[in-house]
């Protein structure tokens, strides 16, 4: 059996220190897909290398994606759009008619 050095897999482990999560804060059977009641409240938390710990809360999935992923929310700038199709000498263009 091939086993990675500790080491290693502590890098791993130390490497998701800090993530955060938002959970669901609904009564039910267990965990669900988040899309699924949008409106919920959430609670955010944050790993810390042994188990999930509170770190907040939200009012809905909106509010904690914008907590969980801050970043996203910078619009880029729009890109022009290129035509595929436009005139070309591409391999596999046709030839131009004889005149």
């Known amino acids: 059996m091939d086993d990675e050095p500790l080491s290693e897999w502590a890098e791993r482990r130390d490497a998701k220190i800090g993530r955060l999560r938002a959970v669901p804060i609904v009564s039910g059977d267990g965990p669900s897909g988040s899309h699924l009641k949008p409106d919920a409240p959430r609670a955010i938390e944050r790993w810390n290398g042994h188990a999930w710990e509170p770190h907040g ?22 890109s022009p759009v290129v035509n595929p199709l436009s005139a070309g000498k591409g391999r596999h263009r046709k030839p131009p008619a004889s005149r």
């Open 57 to 78: 809360f939200a009012q809905n999935l909106a509010e904690a994606q914008r907590i969980l992923f801050p970043d996203a929310q910078v619009a880029a700038a729009p």
